[in-house]
Each structure stands twice: as C-alpha cells, then as structure tokens.
C-alpha cells in the first residue's frame, strides 16, 4: 500500500480520544497529519498540521494528499451552547467543504455520540432510531452527521458511548456528574476502552463501515453504582421504579455483524487487566 493511501488526517489530537488514537493509528501504518492550532504539538509519530476547523482556507491546504480524514474535534464540556455548535456544527461544515474542494477522494469518518438517542427510547439506542436530543452537544452532533450524510462524500459515523481507559481518568470523574444528575443507581451505561476505538476507527479506515452509522461499545453495559464504586466512590442505594430504562445503553449488533470485537470486553476486565 502507498504512502499516499495510508496518509490520514485526524483532528480533535489533544483530546480524550485523539491523544490515545493517534500514537494507535500510528503504530497501524498510518502516515497521521495532526490537525493543530498555532504553536500545538501533535502527539508522537504524527506531523503537525497548523489549521482552525472555523478557517476553511487553512483547512484547504491541511486536507490536500490524505485518503480519510478522522473527524474527532468536539466542544462539549462547557455551558456555552453558542461555542458547541459554532464548533460541533460550522467546523465540521467547513471541513467537509474542505474535503469536497480538495479531497474529494478521502474517506471521512466522524466520531459521534450514542447521547444522541432519545431519553426514552423503548430500547437500547439503535441507529435507524429517530433521535431527538434536548441538549446543545448531542444535537449539534447530530446536525453534523446529517451536513455529513449529505455531503456526497465517501462517509461513515461512529457514535461513542462513554469512553474510558489508558489513565484518562475519565472514570474517575463520573460519579460527581451522576450524582449532580441524581441519575438512578440501577441505569445501565454502554462502554468503550480506548484500545477499541482504535479498533473501530482501523475497521472504518479500511472502508467496512462506509456509508453507515455505527454504535461502537463493549459487551456489557455497566450500572450507574458499579462504575462508581469502581471509581472509589458509592452512590445512594434505591429501589425506586427505574424510569427510561434504555437511557445511555446502546445496541452494538450492526457493529458485531460488521466484525467488530472488542479487546477489552467490560470495564471489569479493565481493571483486572491494568487498562484504566
């Protein structure tokens, strides 16, 4: 395979998920162009690629020569619903445009959200589900998929449960925000590990999940008590009625009949593997 075909452009490096992936993708065979802002590094084995999502000028030049563009850049934790979606929604049109004008060629993979899924979905979020998020970043991101799905492109879209893993420390802060959210002890949550995300991406770069929508998680989706107790932390017990049941759980079954395996099958094999 040519150089040429393994070049990639992936955005979103310094977060959660693009800190872990890119070092990942790397270790695949992938030639990573890091999308930066002025002064940023890109993480190891990747070539910096000074550009700004809201730019579509220095996106030009930053998408030129790639065959897939991973679309991982997002604004969520913040109050600010005007800076989610200028970012969520207008960076990512303007990437696209980008990619259309200048790499019409390249694969592009979006990174989603399973938060798009209705509170009270009558069953585990699937993805021909009808979605109507009440809050600014899941609603953004689904705008997104829809500019995306339209755009004409070579596409697909990965939507992420809660991710954890590889000392993000991301498990460690959950239990503060369910318990602000008095959300039930009892509500299961879908889960991914980052080692999986790699995974999924490498499945979706390789074209097996073109044209879809994508639920990425693990096997066992994990109650609300047992991830906070595994974060050091117990919730208040009840057994109250559990109210929408299916909220934050998500079915992986296209995902599995794509091929995709998770490495890390539950949170519990994370922690007696070492992996958090």
């Not at 030049?61 to 679309?71: C, D, L, T, W, Y």
């Not at 970043?137 to 705008?143: F, I, N």
């Amino acid at each position: 395979m040519s150089r040429e075909s393994k070049t990639i452009l992936v955005t979103g490096v310094t977060g959660l998920v693009g800190a872990r992936l890119v070092p990942r993708l790397v270790d695949a065979g992938f030639y990573c162009h890091a999308l930066v802002r002025g002064g940023k590094d890109a993480p190891a084995g990747a070539t910096a690629v000074e550009a700004d999502l809201l730019d579509e000028a220095s996106l030009a030049a930053a998408v030129k020569g790639v065959s897939a563009i991973v679309h991982l850049a997002a604004i969520f934790r913040t109050q600010d619903v005007d800076l989610i979606w200028k970012n969520n929604l207008e960076g990512t049109r303007k990437l696209i445009n980008a990619a259309k004008a200048h790499a019409p060629g390249a694969r592009f993979i979006l990174a989603s959200t399973t938060h798009v899924y209705n509170k009270n979905n009558p069953h585990p979020g699937r993805e021909n589900d009808d979605v109507d998020p009440q809050h600014a970043y899941p609603a953004s991101k689904v705008a997104a998929e829809k500019e995306l799905r339209e755009s004409g492109i070579n596409w697909s879209i990965l939507r992420f449960p809660f991710v954890y893993g590889d000392g993000d420390k991301h498990l460690e802060t959950l239990p503060e925000h369910l318990i602000a959210a008095k959300w039930h002890p009892a509500m299961r949550m879908s889960t991914i590990h980052h080692r999986d995300i790699a995974t999924a991406v490498n499945m979706a770069l390789a074209g097996t999940m073109d044209g879809r929508i994508v639920n990425i998680s693990d096997e066992a989706p994990t109650s609300l008590y047992e991830l906070s107790g595994l974060a050091g932390v117990t919730m208040e017990s009840s057994s109250e009625p559990l109210t929408d049941p299916w909220y934050l759980h998500s079915d992986s079954s296209l995902a599995r009949s794509l091929g995709f395996q998770p490495a890390v099958r539950t949170v519990y094999q994370a922690v007696h593997d070492k992996l958090l």
